[in-house]
């Protein structure tokens, strides 16, 4: 206590002496100043902190709404679909290709500038795709596919899929797993139950190589291919080295074709569904099955939310998710939902290429569609 008291005045005695110099009032503004530095650090912490809970607390609010909604089902009428593929039939000539505008672009589909859509942008972004689709549909993306599976597609032991715009080939492994435990044996690639195609090879080699972890080798093959034309398709492995060009999709060969946030991609709609229904049994228990986005309508609190959230989160958050590189590509994911027609109207694009859309499913308040088809038979049938 004594070397405390004989401090106690040379401190007060130093300070004085540092006054007189002129000092003592740095010292003071020293002190003020810190103290000044440390309130405002302070109040950046608290306002990241709310930032982050915001940032936390919103999509989380989203999510759980999402997870407690029930879908709309819209049930279209089938007489006006079979009116469609007719009127449609009658009007095309043998051989005819879709109308032009008088830029080139088809009359159903625009096609996409600077590669926009097209394989080589998935090449560009293959690397964080899946990452990337967790983020942006907040881990929802695999509920909505598993739809797909469960309520659309309704396979058969033998039955034959098609998977377009197959990715990362998502939608094919859990085709092939559902097969697979109901029975489906694994045999020559070439015979395979589940056939995946995109045109896109650095998505493909990445599917090749999830699908030999999921140990379906045999029962999923997966090609580079294009949705419009499937006469021709090229095998591929988890190098990217791809095969030469071999015979495609026989006509009347399959029994469920689906397809995942694809078709919007596609710069001729009409073509593929063409194909599509080329391509499927016309068979009662045949079905097309379309997963895609949709800019939501309404004036509902939560379709308001999830419409600002298409238009300006995505491409925000795309280019997080792709450290920069993906931005441009995820502007065009917005575009791209901007310009898809409404639901009714694509259902009318599907019926006059022939395949009936009995069902409409909206998720997330009408971000999100599946639309589930059948090949539009003659009456006798």
């Known amino acids: 206590q004594g070397e405390e008291t004989d ?12 006054r007189a110099l002129g000092l003592g009032r740095i010292l003071t ?41 029930t879908p709309d089902v819209l049930e279209l009428p089938q007489d006006e679909a079979a009116a469609a593929f007719e009127d449609a039939s009658a009007a095309a000539s043998p051989g005819a290709t879709p109308q032009t505008s008088a830029d080139g672009q088809a009359e159903f589909g625009t096609a996409v500038p600077n590669g926009m859509g097209s394989g080589s942008m998935f090449d560009r972004i293959a690397s964080a795709y899946d990452s990337t689709n967790k983020i942006l549909s907040l ?17 058969q032991k033998d039955d034959k899929v ?27 690639a070439s015979a395979a139950s589940v056939l995946g195609l995109d045109p896109s090879s650095g ?19 997966l090609v580079k291919g294009d949705a419009q034309d499937l006469s021709s398709v090229q095998d591929i492995d988890a190098q990217g080295t791809l095969s030469e060009p071999t015979s495609g999709v026989a006509s ?17 709609r009409a073509l593929a569904l063409r194909e599509m229904r080329r391509v499927l049994r016309k068979s009662g228990s045949s079905r097309v099955c379309i997963l895609e986005f949709s800019l ?12 600002t959230f298409i238009t ?14 993906g931005g441009e590509e995820y502007q065009y994911l917005e575009r791209s939902i901007l310009k898809f027609p409404k639901p009714v109207d694509f259902a009318a694009e599907l019926a006059s290429a022939g395949l009936s859309v009995r069902t409409i499913t909206s998720f997330a308040y009408g971000a999100v569609n599946l639309y589930t088809a059948t090949p539009t038979l003659p009456a006798s049938q």
Do not use: Y
């Not at 881990?139 to 396979?155: F, P, S, T, Y």
């Not at 098609?162 to 094919?172: E, K, N, Q, W």
């Not at 998505?203 to 093959?221: F, T």
């Open 7 to 18: 401090e106690t005045p040379l401190r007060q005695r130093s300070f004085s002496f540092l």
């Open 29 to 69: 503004s020293a002190r003020l100043s810190a103290g000044g530095l440390a309130g405002r650090v302070m109040g950046f912490v608290r306002s990241c902190c709310k930032f982050a809970a915001v940032f936390g607390v919103v999509p989380l609010s989203v999510l759980i709404a999402v997870l407690l909604e």
């Open 139 to 155: 881990g929802l993306d695999q509920r909505w596919r598993n739809a797909m599976i469960n309520d659309c597609m309704v396979l």
């Open 162 to 188: 098609l998977d377009l715009a197959t990715g990362t080939a998502d939608v094919s492994i859990l085709a092939g797993s559902s097969l697979k435990t109901l029975g489906a044996a694994a045999s020559e």
């Open 203 to 221: 998505m493909l080699r990445r599917g090749v190589a999830k699908v030999e972890g999921h140990g379906l080798n045999g029962l999923v093959r």
């Open 252 to 268: 009347d060969s399959i029994d469920k074709i689906s397809m995942s946030f694809g078709i919007r991609n596609v710069p001729n």
């Open 296 to 307: 939501p309508h309404g004036d509902r609190f939560l379709s308001l939310v999830a419409r």
């Open 312 to 325: 300006k989160v995505v491409p925000f958050l795309g280019r997080i998710a792709t450290l920069n590189s």
